[in-house]
């Protein structure tokens, strides 16, 4: 499961965001919102700052949450309010294939 998880974190791109719950349900795990933030505990070189909660915003307390910050703004995250415009910043996940023979 964790591995999903960190696999669709690493498909954000840079200057985009995605919540909790939209990483859960890329992943194939809709409603385990909690689960990313356990797999983003475990994990290492994986951009967790794009991970945001619910609405844009930032969830994250004391010194993570300013560290969260300042990445997303030195990727051109606009901040306003501990919220992220997700219209703007959010990245909507494509659909990937489950079988590669389901084209034939």
Request: aromatic share 6%; glycine share 14%.
């Amino acid at each position: 499961m964790f591995d999903r998880i960190l696999a669709t974190v690493r498909r954000i791109p840079k200057g985009k965001v995605a919540t909790y719950g939209g990483v859960a349900e890329a992943a194939g795990y809709p409603g385990a919102a909690r689960q990313v933030v356990w797999a983003l505990r475990t994990a290492k070189g994986v951009p967790w700052h794009r991970v945001i909660g619910a609405g844009g915003r930032i969830r994250l307390p004391g010194e993570a949450g300013l560290e969260q910050r300042l990445r997303l703004r030195t990727e051109g995250v606009a901040i306003e309010r501990d919220r992220v415009d997700l219209f703007l910043h959010g990245h909507r996940f494509r659909q990937q294939r489950e079988t590669e023979g389901s084209l034939n």
